[in-house]
């Protein structure tokens, strides 16, 4: 089992909630690390099982309100470390993987020829790293196609006329193919990613909106768990940090879109209040 460090201490994430209207990861993952203590096994990991009923929460805000620590202090990412790679055998997806690959900028070095190489093993490496896919052994696997197909298939000129952004900063998140980006005067700055967003019964609303807040974490109680780079953009929806696996396709928020650290922070930098958020599509199941 992959070791999780850098994680908060004592959290606790309630699974099948929509708390204070913030639409959370279920079923949730909880990790947590002590002060002081010389490790953490690896397998203090703990699922919490759905709930059948939907409760609310308040945010705390004035004098009784937890204070908020400097973005300096922010929770670092999850640090995934794993076993040394010794093999990087090819797999019946790799021309697929390379496929999509050779049309992503970043990416675009690897050989589409259906064989693996150490130059290619490095390159799909680096994408699986990068896009925080599990193991990150440099084998064309299901997610790392699923993804790389996903990211591809966004930087298409169809994809993005879907979007339909004009002038200025806007946010652009394909519920279908479930990835997000940025697009400034035409030209994207951020991303394509992948994001998650609402589950059944949940499915995160297709259409123009602004964002109208802006946190670096906000707090919720009596859950007492940070939303981190919070920007709401409808109701009680907007883009975070998630708290679990991504790529776990049997999870979803209730509404909210779901961000890797590194693209929360990259979204955070990229949007100011009142800029526009387009969505469009539908999560495939909702």
């Known amino acids: 089992m992959s070791r999780v460090v850098n994680v908060l201490a004592g959290v606790a994430v309630a699974a099948g909630v929509a708390v204070g209207g913030h639409a959370f990861d279920v079923p949730a993952v909880v990790a947590a690390a002590v002060t002081g203590v010389p490790s953490v096994p690896a397998a203090a990991e703990v699922t919490v099982a759905p709930s059948s009923k939907v409760r609310s929460f308040v945010v ?71 896009f925080g896919i599990e193991p990150a052994a440099g084998q064309a696997d299901a997610t790392t196609e699923d993804v790389a197909r ?15 952004a004009r002038a200025g900063v806007s946010a652009c998140v394909d519920l279908t193919r479930q990835t997000a980006w940025v697009v400034r005067d035409g030209e994207i ?3 394509p990613t992948i994001v998650r967003t609402g589950f059944r019964g949940h499915a995160t609303p297709a259409g123009t909106y602004r964002i109208n807040k802006r946190e670096l974490r906000e707090w919720s109680d009596p859950y007492e768990v940070w939303l981190p780079y919070w920007q709401r953009f409808i109701g009680g929806i907007g883009f975070h940090e998630t708290t679990t696996y991504i790529h776990d396709g049997t999870r979803g928020s209730h509404g909210c879109v779901n961000l ?11 949007l ?15």
């Open 60 to 130: 705390v805000q004035g004098p009784n309100a937890p204070v908020k620590n400097a973005a300096t202090q922010l929770p670092a990412a999850p640090l995934v470390t794993g076993s040394p790679v010794t093999s990087c055998a090819a797999t019946v997806r790799q021309r697929a993987v390379e496929t999509a690959l050779a049309t992503v900028p970043a990416y675009s070095s690897v050989v589409v020829d259906g064989r693996q190489s150490q130059g290619d093993c490095a390159v799909i490496r680096r994408f699986q790293q990068r």
């Open 150 to 164: 996903r990211i591809s298939d966004s930087l298409t000129t169809e994809a993005q006329q879907q979007c339909d």
């Open 189 to 191: 700055i951020v991303g």
């Open 260 to 270: 890797l650290h590194s693209d929360a922070v990259a979204m955070w930098d990229a």
């Open 272 to 286: 100011q209040s009142g800029a526009v958020v387009h969505t469009f599509g539908r999560r495939p199941g909702t």
